[in-house]
Antibody, heavy 126, light 110 residues
Framework: EVQLLESGGTLIQSGGSLRLSCAAS????????FNWVRQPPGKGLEWVSV??????????YYADSVKGRFTISRDDSRDTLYLHMKSLSAADTAVYYC?????????????????WGQGTLVTVSS | QTVVTQEPSFSVSPGGTVTLTCALN?????????PSWYQQAPGQPPRTLIY???IRSSGVPDRFSGSILGDRAALTITGAQADDEFDYYC??????????FGGGTTVTVL
């Protein structure tokens, strides 16, 4: 069974930095690309970032709202996805979900989320 | 800036049919945007319903269907049931690795 377990969410002051983790199990982690998707309390979902399979160069893309502040990375030896966040503001307060793509490639026809974690809450106090 | 727009809410009678749509501010939605649809209950992660415009994810009942209607992506629920009351989100691929979520539609069955 595919499992994605996020951790690292906490209450943090504005301007601070934080690292989220997503531990994967039940499948071969290195064979897939992964995303972070966030959801502010009571609001809609927002795509944050994607990373391709490491055999394809771990190519990354970001939403404009986080570009330059967030960094997605992966450690295939630990079956873990990360999101490094800096210069946090209240606008970054959200539940952060890890979501898997069905392929290591980032390509239109493969651009859909086939598995989701339960999420971890990041609260940024101003 | 790319904006994807969905109806904020929709109400449907039990057994009725409802079509939710997903529009792109920069132009028409096509199959090249590879629309996907997700269902979300309060406090839960999303559940994948449809991908690549009209392919149902594993275990999704066939009363959920996806299509392109005119210049928009569409999700149709046929024979709506009380347990279809969720938020529904579309996602469009706009190229260069970028995905954009719509604002979501809350469906009420009454």
């Amino acid at each position: 069974e595919v499992q994605l377990l996020e951790s690292g969410g906490t209450l943090i002051q504005s301007g601070g930095s934080l690292r989220l983790s997503c531990a994967a199990s039940g499948f071969t982690f290195r064979d897939y690309s992964f995303n972070w998707v966030r959801q502010p309390p009571g609001k809609g979902l927002e795509w944050v970032s994607v990373i391709s399979g490491s055999d394809l160069g771990s190519v990354t893309y970001y939403a404009d709202s986080v570009k330059g502040r967030f960094t997605i990375s992966r450690d295939d030896s630990r079956d873990t996805l990360y999101l490094h966040m800096k210069s946090l503001s209240a606008a970054d307060t959200a539940v952060y979900y890890c979501a898997k793509f069905p392929s290591p490639r980032i390509r239109g026809d493969l651009n859909w989320f086939d598995s989701w974690g339960q999420g971890t809450l990041v609260t940024v106090s101003s | 800036q790319t904006v994807v727009t969905q109806e904020p809410s929709f109400s449907v009678s039990p057994g009725g049919t409802v079509t939710l749509t997903c529009a792109l501010n920069s132009g028409s939605v096509s199959t090249a945007n590879y629309p996907s649809w997700y269902q979300q209950a309060p406090g839960q992660p999303p559940r994948t319903l449809i991908y690549n415009t009209n392919i149902r994810s594993s275990g999704v009942p066939d009363r959920f269907s996806g299509s392109i209607l005119g210049d928009r992506a569409a999700l149709t629920i046929t024979g709506a049931q009380a347990d279809d009351e969720f938020d529904y989100y579309c996602v469009l691929y706009i190229g260069r690795g970028i995905s954009v979520f719509g604002g979501g539609t809350t469906v009420t069955v009454l």
